[in-house]
Protein backbone atom coordinates (compact mmCIF):
# COMPACT_ATOMS: atom_id res chain seq x y z
CA UNK A 1 0.00 0.00 0.00
CA UNK A 2 1.11 3.49 -0.73
CA UNK A 3 -0.51 6.45 -0.28
CA UNK A 4 0.59 9.85 -2.59
CA UNK A 5 -0.78 13.44 -1.99
CA UNK A 6 -2.03 15.55 -5.23
CA UNK A 7 0.28 18.92 -5.42
CA UNK A 8 -1.95 20.42 -2.40
CA UNK A 9 -1.50 17.68 0.17
CA UNK A 10 -5.13 17.68 0.33
CA UNK A 11 -6.41 14.89 -1.37
CA UNK A 12 -4.66 11.69 -1.94
CA UNK A 13 -4.47 8.39 -4.10
CA UNK A 14 -4.77 5.09 -2.35
CA UNK A 15 -2.13 2.53 -4.42
CA UNK A 16 -2.78 -1.18 -3.73
CA UNK A 17 -0.51 -3.75 -4.87
CA UNK A 18 -2.14 -7.34 -4.92
CA UNK A 19 -0.74 -10.73 -5.60
CA UNK A 20 -3.44 -13.36 -5.32
CA UNK A 21 -2.01 -16.79 -5.18
CA UNK A 22 -3.71 -19.83 -5.96
CA UNK A 23 -2.67 -23.39 -4.17
CA UNK A 24 -5.52 -25.24 -5.49
CA UNK A 25 -5.80 -28.04 -7.91
CA UNK A 26 -8.47 -26.32 -10.18
CA UNK A 27 -8.56 -22.98 -11.65
CA UNK A 28 -10.51 -19.90 -9.88
CA UNK A 29 -12.55 -18.36 -12.06
CA UNK A 30 -15.13 -15.57 -11.22
CA UNK A 31 -12.87 -13.70 -7.99
CA UNK A 32 -14.24 -10.54 -6.22
CA UNK A 33 -12.23 -7.92 -4.40
CA UNK A 34 -13.56 -6.11 -2.32
CA UNK A 35 -11.74 -2.48 -0.93
CA UNK A 36 -12.85 -1.21 2.20
CA UNK A 37 -10.86 1.99 4.17
CA UNK A 38 -12.82 3.47 7.72
CA UNK A 39 -11.44 6.27 9.12
CA UNK A 40 -9.63 6.89 12.44
CA UNK A 41 -11.33 6.58 15.61
CA UNK A 42 -15.07 6.53 13.72
CA UNK A 43 -14.73 3.63 11.86
CA UNK A 44 -16.83 5.08 9.11
CA UNK A 45 -16.46 3.87 5.90
CA UNK A 46 -14.95 6.09 3.44
CA UNK A 47 -14.50 3.56 0.50
CA UNK A 48 -15.85 0.64 -0.50
CA UNK A 49 -14.98 -0.49 -3.84
CA UNK A 50 -15.75 -4.24 -5.51
CA UNK A 51 -14.34 -5.22 -8.01
CA UNK A 52 -14.67 -8.43 -10.45
CA UNK A 53 -11.77 -10.43 -11.15
CA UNK A 54 -12.08 -11.35 -14.78
CA UNK A 55 -8.40 -12.82 -15.19
CA UNK A 56 -8.55 -16.52 -14.11
CA UNK A 57 -6.01 -17.48 -11.74
CA UNK A 58 -4.84 -21.15 -12.29
CA UNK A 59 -3.87 -23.69 -10.34
CA UNK A 60 -0.75 -23.04 -8.51
CA UNK A 61 -0.46 -19.70 -10.02
CA UNK A 62 -0.12 -16.28 -9.23
CA UNK A 63 -2.00 -13.48 -10.43
CA UNK A 64 -0.25 -9.32 -9.48
CA UNK A 65 -3.17 -7.04 -9.82
CA UNK A 66 -2.44 -2.97 -9.09
CA UNK A 67 -5.41 -1.02 -7.91
CA UNK A 68 -5.72 3.13 -7.03
CA UNK A 69 -8.10 5.14 -5.43
CA UNK A 70 -8.86 8.82 -5.24
CA UNK A 71 -9.56 9.52 -1.65
CA UNK A 72 -10.88 12.88 -0.58
CA UNK A 73 -8.86 15.06 2.08
CA UNK A 74 -7.78 12.27 4.42
CA UNK A 75 -6.47 12.59 7.93
CA UNK A 76 -2.78 12.76 7.58
CA UNK A 77 -0.87 10.91 9.88
CA UNK A 78 2.35 12.71 11.46
CA UNK A 79 3.92 12.22 14.65
CA UNK A 80 1.91 14.37 16.74
CA UNK A 81 -1.10 13.09 14.95
CA UNK A 82 -0.63 9.00 14.29
CA UNK A 83 -4.12 8.73 12.43
CA UNK A 84 -4.17 5.17 11.75
CA UNK A 85 -7.52 3.91 8.77
CA UNK A 86 -8.27 0.68 8.38
CA UNK A 87 -8.16 -0.97 5.24
CA UNK A 88 -9.55 -4.19 4.68
CA UNK A 89 -9.30 -6.36 1.81
CA UNK A 90 -11.76 -9.15 1.25
CA UNK A 91 -11.58 -11.85 -1.61
CA UNK A 92 -13.87 -13.71 -2.41
CA UNK A 93 -13.61 -17.31 -4.92
CA UNK A 94 -14.93 -20.32 -5.33
CA UNK A 95 -17.44 -20.25 -2.18
CA UNK A 96 -14.64 -18.95 0.00
CA UNK A 97 -13.49 -15.72 1.48
CA UNK A 98 -10.53 -14.46 3.17
CA UNK A 99 -10.00 -11.20 4.57
CA UNK A 100 -6.80 -9.08 5.36
CA UNK A 101 -6.81 -5.84 7.33
CA UNK A 102 -4.70 -3.37 8.13
CA UNK A 103 -3.90 -0.11 9.39
CA UNK A 104 -2.59 2.53 7.54
CA UNK A 105 -1.72 6.26 7.72
CA UNK A 106 -1.87 8.98 4.28
CA UNK A 107 1.38 10.08 4.35
CA UNK A 108 3.93 11.17 1.91
CA UNK A 109 7.72 11.30 2.49
CA UNK A 110 10.37 13.26 0.88
CA UNK A 111 14.04 14.38 0.76
CA UNK A 112 14.81 17.81 -0.58
CA UNK A 113 18.67 18.13 -0.46
CA UNK A 114 19.18 17.54 2.75
CA UNK A 115 15.72 17.57 4.57
CA UNK A 116 12.90 15.10 5.14
CA UNK A 117 9.39 16.24 4.62
CA UNK A 118 6.25 14.08 5.92
CA UNK A 119 3.47 15.44 3.92
CA UNK A 120 4.93 18.92 2.83
CA UNK A 121 6.25 19.67 6.24
CA UNK A 122 9.93 19.54 6.93
CA UNK A 123 10.94 17.51 9.98
CA UNK A 124 13.92 16.61 12.09
CA UNK A 125 14.51 13.62 12.93
CA UNK A 126 15.69 13.27 16.81
CA UNK A 127 16.63 9.08 17.00
CA UNK A 128 18.17 6.28 18.54
CA UNK A 129 19.41 2.52 17.73
CA UNK A 130 16.76 -0.04 19.61
CA UNK A 131 17.78 -3.69 19.76
CA UNK A 132 14.57 -6.21 20.51
CA UNK A 133 16.06 -7.29 23.36
CA UNK A 134 14.38 -8.09 27.32
CA UNK A 135 16.69 -8.39 30.38
CA UNK A 136 15.47 -11.30 31.49
CA UNK A 137 14.39 -13.41 28.36
CA UNK A 138 16.95 -11.87 26.22
CA UNK A 139 15.29 -11.46 22.26
CA UNK A 140 12.20 -12.71 23.49
CA UNK A 141 9.77 -9.88 23.96
CA UNK A 142 5.77 -10.62 24.86
CA UNK A 143 2.70 -8.84 25.58
CA UNK A 144 2.71 -5.16 25.71
CA UNK A 145 6.55 -4.50 25.99
CA UNK A 146 6.82 -3.40 22.28
CA UNK A 147 4.30 -0.72 22.90
CA UNK A 148 5.81 0.17 26.72
CA UNK A 149 9.09 0.35 24.41
CA UNK A 150 8.12 3.14 22.49
CA UNK A 151 6.46 5.36 24.98
CA UNK A 152 10.01 5.07 26.81
CA UNK A 153 11.53 6.30 23.78
CA UNK A 154 8.79 8.79 23.14
CA UNK A 155 9.18 9.73 26.51
CA UNK A 156 12.85 11.04 26.17
CA UNK A 157 12.06 13.48 23.34
CA UNK A 158 12.88 10.98 20.18
CA UNK A 159 10.53 10.35 17.31
CA UNK A 160 12.76 8.09 15.30
CA UNK A 161 14.20 4.59 16.14
CA UNK A 162 16.37 2.67 13.64
CA UNK A 163 16.28 -0.71 14.13
CA UNK A 164 19.10 -3.48 14.16
CA UNK A 165 20.12 -6.15 11.55
CA UNK A 166 17.06 -8.41 11.63
CA UNK A 167 13.76 -7.56 10.59
CA UNK A 168 11.60 -5.54 13.62
CA UNK A 169 8.63 -7.94 14.26
CA UNK A 170 5.14 -6.38 13.09
CA UNK A 171 3.97 -5.74 16.41
CA UNK A 172 7.11 -3.26 16.76
CA UNK A 173 6.00 -1.18 13.82
CA UNK A 174 2.36 -1.20 14.41
CA UNK A 175 3.20 0.05 17.75
CA UNK A 176 5.30 2.78 16.05
CA UNK A 177 3.19 3.53 13.72
CA UNK A 178 -0.14 3.91 16.37
CA UNK A 179 2.10 6.35 18.58
CA UNK A 180 3.58 8.38 15.95
CA UNK A 181 6.97 7.50 15.90
CA UNK A 182 9.34 6.95 12.16
CA UNK A 183 11.07 3.94 12.45
Known amino acids: VVTTFDATYENATLKTEVQLANESSSNIKNATLLFELLSPKTNEVILSKKIDLND ?3 SNGTLDKTFEFPITQPKKWDPEHPNLYTYRITLRANNATEIIERKIGFKQIEIRGNKVYV ?3 PIKLRGACRH ?4 LRGRSLIGNEWVNDVKLFIGENINYIRT ?3 PP ?4 INACDSLGMFV
Open 169 to 172: PEEF
Open 56 to 58: AIK
Open 132 to 135: ETDP
Open 119 to 121: NNM
Open 164 to 166: SHY
